[in-house]
């Protein structure tokens, strides 16, 4: 009993300090989770090097490429932003005008009487596009005053982030056994073994979700093509690959493509394109990709995924929906495990004693 109360006081002494220093742990939990992703990356340069590669050489090698492949993400959105924005300042009071006279019918159809005067919306929206420097110079700085906190942490987020990265990777295996040691030598091989699994069942996820990003960049792509617009390739391209972030990347996508299409198409044609082409991916990104390429890779059933992402999204939030899937992995190498002490207990094996017979 003393020993089950020295563990539980342990455990709940490091979920309150994970809970005190969430705000400042956040960069370096980012930094672990690269760092676990990448560091097989880092093995295999050194395998290929035969030995002669310096580790310090292999890590900023590795670090490197995440990085450009992060910035190669955002400057898919270069294209989009420098095509569009001449057409925005342009075409934005055309484009009011078309969705006022496509509006205004099918709301009454509706029966929906309104009266859309959107005359001053597109004064001020083109007076703010076609400011000078000195007109909106004033704002932002004061935007950047009520904001400085938040642009503070981005900063710091980009600076810490990269460098407990850097010697995360380099010092990943003597990490590892340091942590391996504060376990019990009684429960060594046990650990061992769960850890194994896990790290398994969390590498099947992580090939999986690689699979449906880039199956989920080739649909919104090619659908996106049929519907005629210009810039399907980048905009689809970086909506399938940003889907790794729940609903955040789906919906800069749909965004980026309604705008996209307004400005090229009626009113009409860009939602209908927009409705066909994301519904249609949200479907099957939720019911059949990630179902079938993750679930199935980490043994849980199509529904059971569905089933965790609702309930970690319930519980946690965003960041429940974020790392509903790798949990459930590794809860579900727990749930096996302890089914196989079950089986194995007297509990189970045991005879009911009103059924016994000498």
């Given at each position: 009993?003393?020993?089950?109360?020295?563990?539980?006081?342990?455990?709940?002494?490091?979920?309150?300090?994970?809970?005190?220093?969430?705000?400042?742990?956040?960069?370096?939990?980012?930094?672990?989770?690269?760092?676990?992703?990448?560091?097989?990356?880092?093995?295999?340069?050194?395998?290929?090097?035969?030995?002669?590669?310096?580790?310090?050489?292999?890590?900023?090698?590795?670090?490197?490429?995440?990085?450009?492949?992060?910035?190669?993400?955002?400057?898919?959105?270069?294209?989009?932003?420098?095509?569009?924005?001449?057409?925005?300042?342009?075409?934005?009071?055309?484009?009011?005008?078309?969705?006022?006279?496509?509006?205004?019918?099918?709301l009454a159809q509706w029966g929906v009487e309104v009266s859309l005067d959107l005359g001053e919306i597109k004064t001020q929206l083109k007076d703010y596009l076609t400011a000078n420097?000195?007109?909106?110079?004033?704002?932002?700085?004061?935007?950047?005053?009520?904001?400085?906190?938040?642009?503070?942490?981005?900063?710091g987020y980009a600076v810490l982030v990269p460098v407990a990265l850097f010697f995360m990777l380099h010092d990943w295996t003597r990490m590892v056994r340091l942590c391996v040691e504060?376990?019990?030598?009684?429960?060594?091989?046990?650990?061992?073994?769960?850890?194994?699994?896990?790290?398994?069942?969390?590498?099947e996820y992580l090939r999986g979700q690689l699979l449906v990003m880039l199956a989920l960049a080739v649909f919104y792509a090619v659908g996106l093509s049929l519907f005629g617009l210009?810039?399907?390739?980048?905009?689809?391209?970086?909506?399938?690959?940003?889907?790794?972030?729940?609903?955040?990347?789906?919906?800069?996508?749909?965004?980026?493509?309604?705008?996209?299409?307004?400005?090229?198409?009626?009113?009409?044609?860009?939602?209908?394109?927009?409705?066909?082409?994301?519904?249609?991916?949200?479907?099957?990104?939720?019911?059949?990709?990630?179902?079938?390429?993750?679930?199935?890779?980490?043994?849980?059933?199509?529904?059971?995924?569905?089933?965790?992402?609702?309930?970690?999204?319930?519980?946690?939030?965003?960041?429940?929906?974020?790392?509903?899937?790798?949990?459930?992995?590794?809860?579900?190498?727990?749930?096996?495990?302890?089914?196989?002490?079950?089986?194995?207990?007297?509990?189970?094996?045991?005879?009911?004693?009103?059924?016994?017979?000498?």
């Amino acid at each position: 009993m003393s020993r089950l109360a020295s563990w539980l006081g342990v455990l709940v002494l490091c979920l309150a300090l994970l809970w005190l220093l969430a705000p400042v742990l956040a960069p370096f939990v980012i930094a672990a989770v690269l760092a676990y992703v990448l560091h097989p990356l880092v093995l295999r340069l050194e395998g290929w090097g035969r030995g002669r590669l310096p580790r310090t050489l292999a890590v900023v090698l590795v670090e490197a490429l995440a990085l450009l492949a992060m910035v190669g993400l955002l400057l898919l959105l270069v294209p989009v932003v420098w095509r569009e924005w001449p057409l925005i300042k342009q075409q934005l009071p055309l484009v009011l005008d078309r969705l006022d006279a496509s509006l205004r019918p099918w709301l009454a159809q509706w029966g929906v009487e309104v009266s859309l005067d959107l005359g001053e919306i597109k004064t001020q929206l083109k007076d703010y596009l076609t400011a000078n420097r000195e007109d909106w110079l004033a704002p932002l700085l004061s935007s950047l005053k009520l904001g400085g906190s938040v642009a503070l942490a981005v900063a710091g987020y980009a600076v810490l982030v990269p460098v407990a990265l850097f010697f995360m990777l380099h010092d990943w295996t003597r990490m590892v056994r340091l942590c391996v040691e504060l376990v019990p030598p009684r429960l060594r091989s046990r650990f061992d073994s769960f850890m194994l699994d896990c790290d398994t069942v969390l590498g099947e996820y992580l090939r999986g979700q690689l699979l449906v990003m880039l199956a989920l960049a080739v649909f919104y792509a090619v659908g996106l093509s049929l519907f005629g617009l210009d810039l399907a390739l980048p905009i689809g391209v970086f909506t399938g690959l940003a889907v790794f972030v729940p609903y955040l990347g789906f919906g800069l996508g749909l965004v980026l493509a309604l705008l996209a299409g307004l400005l090229q198409f009626s009113p009409g044609h860009a939602f209908l394109m927009v409705a066909v082409v994301y519904g249609l991916g949200q479907l099957l990104e939720s019911f059949v990709l990630t179902p079938r390429l993750v679930g199935e890779r980490i043994g849980l059933h199509p529904l059971s995924v569905i089933l965790a992402l609702m309930a970690f999204g319930q519980l946690l939030g965003f960041v429940g929906v974020l790392i509903a899937l790798p949990a459930s992995a590794v809860l579900l190498v727990a749930l096996r495990r302890l089914r196989e002490q079950y089986l194995q207990s007297q509990l189970y094996s045991s005879n009911d004693p009103g059924t016994h017979h000498p």
